[in-house]
């Protein structure tokens, strides 16, 4: 949906049924007309309401009832007028209601006519008095003995002027309070689903925290639907809420779907000419401009600006103008038009939000932009400066920020503005004065990430901000090659490490975190339990909703549940940030990595190699223990096409060898240090999908024939694996699993474990004891855990990849909450490298959630690895890890020996032996059963070497 949306009041409570008689009425005919005005309100037929109270009012004033009955019926009546937009008559409607109920002290009916008041000033924009009634109203009815439901009423209300006014942290406790009143009021016709829409749209355009806005926009459909029904007006604000999520997932058909049903709803229910409908055709608008429908989303804009010239509704009108004005400047066409659009929403915004505000500040970047595609320089800088002061940003403090992400577009606006001056004069003081944005965008970005609680939605965040960082590392780029100074080299450098593999890292260093500050471990052990009833709501909760008949109830029960445990665990975390300062200090803490930081910690024979594949421009930094290169080339585009050609000609058994090379020259030629054996690689994009291994060189020699090769996510990851809290001393060498599947395609996984046992001497559990449970209990004893088993993966989910044991299944996401304690996992499965890509943040796939178990060091397959050729290199690698070779080594000979040893050109394709690969620490794991074989062996040998001296002299001292 649009940024706008979120200042527009998603649904009143006086829209609903929320009049209470506090007096015994004693006309059962007025009685009865006003149940069913209220009836009538309900379904959302306002104007069928309106006109029976009007004639209601006509026939209490004829009969001369008594005038509270008046006074009751015209505040009744006052809302209806406001559901069908007629503010200023409710406004007097209200007011001569609110005189009877002074006279009579009645508290309660003066609270309610307060607040609608409040609700009349609201919609006719007069914020300042909106706040003075409502707060009127919600402290009186404080003071006075009152159904909770009336103080939620109130607190909803309010939290809405609050999210209109900027202030989101204030907005969202009143709704949480909202909630709690609704809960204790136990009233089953109530509003809660849009209480359940303000906190959605808090968490979705407040904080990007698309994963939390989910959470709740699912509930509101829940909840509204029992409430409302399908087709009332009132629930077109819930559909609107979760029609935000569908748009952020990009699936835009069915946005637009939702919301074409919720324009046809207000249409009939509100009338064509009705703030809500113009809400509607600029909501349908964006997502289409979003869908590429361009002519269609500016159709839709022009009928939204139609409808709020009508209606006369500044907010309305400018948000319909503003959009439109989007439209145009973003595809730099009828420029004039946008400025002149522009210019007449941002006054209406200064005149209704005042100046500084999130809306105001992304009104003044588009009139940034706007002058940038008119090459007015002046005009540019000034909205440009403007923008940061309506954000209110100062970027040595950010605290008191306000917009930080509108903040953060106008800083990336501003660099591509320094960027153009470049190109055109050639002058190095303009691109440093776009290299001086680059800490501020950083400091911004990583603020921004303070507000996440969730994985995915930082995961999300770091995608949709790539292009700064190609931008920096461009700007570094050019910056060091004109000067040859090294600070563009060490900034490049953190610009690649910032944002990569950033959630799998915070989950390594947590672990370590949480033992370094001595969290108690009675918290800790409630954290692990939340976390698995997380876990096991949210896939209770994906197979309900992917059922072919859902249990509503049981859904409905889940969606609640996920709710309720997510509170909890936030609110545990909050616990440990406010009462372990040790823990938070650690968290937080600086976490920047210097290129000396690698040199320090890497072997002489190894080269660190790592990669950023923007969307024009590849970069790569090889970092050895004495020196550091930097490269940059334009092939992104060419490498995208090799890889997947790549991947294709591997899958289908094709020539590799022309693609490899091709890809070894663009990615290795130039960047590779030829005498440095051991390179650690670091993927990036769709990078982590090729086994580097088999790229060629011209003389088409294998990348394997001369080196090893490891793979970890990012420089400080490869520290954090290598460092020493993750290398664990464990009781027992090496453990083996491997079901027997009863239904599905069978393994030779039995005689893998066999056979490797044979090597190694541990523990195996094979057929149908190889479970869960088992495993649970031999996941922190052992150094290596071996599963040869099948495994699924979720493209769509991958919190839902799973390993098949004998008696079920363990999903990557509770492999996430195991703590599983080992210094390498094989998982001799299918596709267990595989999964989603998410870019900078690399592919989530079950070696990753081995990863943030724990794990230091995790040999993975990147593809569907026949049984047979697994089998055959599984064992040679275990062979060269018994004789006491580095991890990364011990697989290339056994890649290698597979080679060697293999007659069968067929079988000698990359398809059957590269898709094995090894991801983390590479150190040298000790036998302990061998060392004791040694010494023994040594033993004997010493006594019989004594023994054969002994008799040697003997017989000496005889001759």
């Not at 769709?686 to 011209?698: A, G, S």
């Not at 026949?866 to 000979?893: C, H, R, V, W």
Request: hydrophobic share 35%.
């Amino acid at each position: 949906m649009i940024k706008a949306n979120k200042y527009i009041i998603k649904f009143i409570f006086f829209l609903l049924p929320l009049f209470v008689f506090s007096q015994k009425v004693d006309s059962i005919y007025v009685y009865k007309v006003n149940e069913k005005a209220l009836e009538l309100s309900r379904n959302g037929k306002f104007k069928n309401a309106d006109l029976l109270l009007s004639k209601l009012v006509s026939d209490i004033k004829k009969n001369k009832l008594a005038e509270k009955y008046l006074a009751i019926t015209l505040l009744l009546k006052a809302k209806q007028e406001i559901n069908l937009g007629l503010y200023t008559k409710s406004n007097k409607t209200t007011r001569k209601a609110l005189q009877h109920f002074l006279i009579n002290k009645d508290s309660f009916q003066i609270a309610d006519a307060l607040n609608t008041i409040g609700v009349n000033h609201y919609f006719l924009e007069n914020y300042d008095s909106t706040k003075i009634y409502y707060e009127r109203s919600f402290d009186l009815k404080k003071r006075i003995d009152i159904d909770p439901y009336e103080l939620a009423v109130s607190a909803y209300n309010l939290g809405i002027l609050y999210e209109d006014l900027g202030q989101s942290k204030k907005a969202l406790t009143l709704y949480r309070d909202a909630e709690e009143f609704i809960i204790k009021s136990k009233r089953e016709r109530n509003f809660l689903a849009d209480v359940y829409v303000g906190i959605a749209h808090i968490y979705f355009y407040e904080y990007k925290d698309i994963d939390k806005a989910e959470k709740y926009a699912e509930k509101a459909m829940d909840v509204g639907i029992k409430i409302y029904g399908e087709f009332n007006p009132n629930i077109t604000f819930v559909y609107t809420s979760y029609a935000n999520i569908l748009e952020s997932k990009e699936k835009y058909k069915e946005s637009i779907e939702l919301l074409k049903k919720s324009l046809k709803i207000r249409e009939k229910g509100y009338g064509d000419n009705h703030k809500w409908t113009c809400e509607s055709y600029y909501d349908l608008a964006y997502v289409y401009e979003l869908d590429e429908q361009h002519e269609k989303a500016e159709e839709f804009y022009k009928k939204a600006i139609n409808i709020g010239n009508k209606i006369n509704s500044k907010s309305y009108l400018s948000n319909a103008k503003i959009e439109l004005a989007k439209l145009y400047t973003d595809q730099n066409i009828n420029n004039k038009e946008a400025q002149k659009l522009l210019e007449e929403s941002l006054n209406t915004r200064v005149s209704v939000f005042g100046f500084k505000n999130e809306i105001v500040t992304e009104n003044l970047r588009y009139l940034a932009c706007n002058a940038k595609n008119q090459k007015d320089k002046q005009k540019f800088l000034l909205y440009i400066n403007q923008s940061f002061t309506a954000g209110n940003y100062k970027k040595d403090s950010l605290n008191q920020i306000i917009a930080p992400f509108e903040v953060l577009s106008s800083l990336e606006l501003l660099g591509d503005w320094y960027q153009e001056q470049y190109e055109k004069d050639n002058n190095l003081e303009t691109l440093i004065k776009k290299y001086e944005l680059i800490d501020q965008e950083v400091a911004l970005i990583e603020y921004s990430q303070n507000n996440f609680t969730s994985d995915r939605s930082k995961i999300k965040f770091a995608n949709n901000y790539r292009d700064i960082f190609e931008k920096g590392l461009n700007t570094c780029w050019v910056l060091y090659q004109k000067t040859n100074d090294k600070k563009f080299l060490e900034k490049a450098f953190q610009l690649f490490e910032t944002n990569r593999n950033t959630t799998l890292l915070e989950g390594l260093q947590d672990i370590k975190y949480k033992l370094y500050s001595d969290l108690p471990e009675d918290l800790l052990e409630y954290e692990s339990q939340i976390k698995q009833d997380l876990a096991k709501v949210n896939m209770d909760l994906y197979y309900e909703k992917t059922a072919s008949k859902p249990d509503k109830e049981f859904l409905s029960k889940l969606i609640n549940d996920r709710i309720v445990i997510s509170t909890k665990l936030d609110s545990l975390h909050k616990e440990f940030n406010k009462n372990h300062p040790k823990y938070a200090s650690l968290k937080y803490k600086n976490k920047e990595v210097k290129i000396s930081d690698v040199q320090g910690n890497i072997n002489r024979d190894s080269q660190l190699i790592t990669y950023f594949l923007g969307e024009e421009n590849l970069f790569s930094f090889i970092i050895t223990k004495n020196e550091v290169t930097f490269f940059k080339s334009t092939v992104a585009e060419i490498i995208i096409k090799l890889v997947g050609s790549l991947n294709t000609e591997i899958i289908n058994l094709e020539n590799t060898n022309n693609t490899s090379n091709q890809l070894y020259s663009v990615l290795l030629n130039e960047q590779l240090n030829l005498n440095k054996k051991k390179i650690v690689i670091i993927p990036d994009n769709v990078l982590n999908y090729i086994p580097f291994e088999l790229l060629q060189n011209k003389n088409k020699q294998s990348l394997i024939d001369n080196f090893t090769v490891s793979y970890t996510g990012s420089a400080r990851l490869f520290l954090e694996l290598n460092n020493n809290f993750f290398q664990y001393k464990l009781p027992n060498y090496w453990v083996g699993f491997s079901p027997d599947y009863q239904e599905r395609d069978q393994l030779e996984n039995s005689n893998e474990i066999t056979s490797i046992n044979a090597i190694v001497g541990g523990t195996t559990f094979v057929e149908k004891a190889s479970t869960i449970e088992n495993f649970k209990k031999n996941n922190q004893n052992h150094d290596i855990l071996h599963l040869a088993m099948h495994a699924e993966i979720d493209n769509e989910n991958p919190m839902f990849n799973k390993l098949i044991f004998a008696d079920g299944y363990l999903t990557s996401s509770e492999i996430y909450n195991l703590k599983n304690k080992a210094n390498l996992a094989v998982l001799s499965a299918c596709n267990t490298g595989f999964g989603k890509l998410e870019k900078g943040e690399g592919v989530m796939s079950m070696a990753r959630a081995f990863h943030f178990s724990g794990v230091p060091s995790v040999v993975m397959s990147l593809w569907k690895v026949p049984d047979k050729e697994t089998k055959k290199i599984m064992i040679s690698f275990y062979k060269f890890l018994n004789k006491g070779f580095d991890k990364d080594e011990a697989l290339q000979l056994a890649k290698k020996e597979y080679l060697k040893n293999t007659d069968d050109l067929i079988l000698k394709h990359p398809y059957y032996w590269s898709g094995f690969v090894l991801n983390g620490n590479t150190k040298t794991l000790s036998n302990k059963s061998n060392f004791i074989f040694y010494i023994a062996g040594g033993s004997v040998l010493l006594l019989f070497s004594l023994f054969g001296y002994r008799k040697h002299r003997k017989k000496k001292a005889s001759t």
